[in-house]
């Protein structure tokens, strides 16, 4: 199975940082990777797609790039809405997906 | 417009049984595959396994292997999810949700959640 790992697990940043959340996979999964925002109560809103690709409707300050094993989500100007669990997920294993243990970024 | 309906909020006794759905509409229900993912409370997200409503071609996540049953009824464009003996650790929210089709198969469309709650 790949195991997906994120750092850090929570972070607090004000209104305006530039905030970098990371994520591991145990092997490549190439770009076969999608981010995900979780708000309180809600479901999963898919934000990134393969790696880099933003997302319909997705504001431009959310960004993702990687690829291999290594990947990274950049919010490049925080806004109070960002407040929320950021999961990133492998897509490279066939109809097997993993989910990394999710960032709680609080404002 | 996209949408997957899930079935209402459930609380039930250990060792009873359980079916929760998952409607699809404004799409072709039986051409997209349809997964399971579980959010335990205060957890994070777990892939159960999916489903392709065409042909009923089934993948488990080895954890959720004999867990429990994932079907669909074209017919009526609904997937669910099925338990034959509750246990308490089976409490959490239920998401489906649906990949895009293509490579990447990001899970772009989401159902509300079902939550549901064992104890005796």
């Known amino acids: 199975d790949i195991q997906m790992t994120q750092s850090p697990s929570s972070l607090s940043a004000s209104v305006g940082d530039r905030v970098t959340i990371t994520c591991r996979a145990s092997q490549s999964i190439i770009t076969f990777l999608n981010w995900y925002q979780q708000k309180p109560g809600k479901a999963p809103k898919l934000l990134i797609y393969?790696?880099?690709s933003l997302q319909s409707g997705v504001p431009s300050r959310f960004s993702g790039s990687g690829s291999g094993t290594d990947f990274t989500l950049t919010i490049s100007s925080l806004q109070p809405e960002d407040s929320a669990t950021y999961y990133c997920?492998?897509?490279?294993?066939?109809?097997?997906?993993?989910f990394g243990p999710g960032t709680k970024v609080d404002i | 417009e996209v949408q997957l309906v899930q079935s209402g909020a459930e609380v039930k006794k250990p060792g009873e049984s359980l079916t929760i759905s998952c409607k699809g509409s404004g799409y072709s229900f039986t051409n997209y595959w349809i997964g399971w993912v579980r959010q335990m409370p205060g957890k994070g997200l777990e892939w159960m396994g999916i489903?392709?409503?065409?042909?009923?071609?089934?993948r488990y996540s080895p954890s959720f292997q004999g867990q429990v049953t994932i079907s669909a009824d074209r017919s009526i464009s609904t997937a669910y999810l099925e338990w034959s003996s509750l246990k308490a650790s089976d409490t959490a929210m239920y998401y489906c949700?649906?990949?895009?089709?293509?490579?990447?198969?990001?899970?772009?469309?989401w159902g509300q959640g079902t939550l549901v709650t064992v104890s005796s």
């Open positions: 949700a649906r990949p895009e089709t293509g490579g990447y198969m990001p899970l772009d469309y």
């Open positions: 393969a790696a880099s």
């Open positions: 489903i392709y409503p065409a042909d009923s071609d089934t």
């Open positions: 997920q492998q897509s490279y294993t066939t109809l097997l997906f993993t």
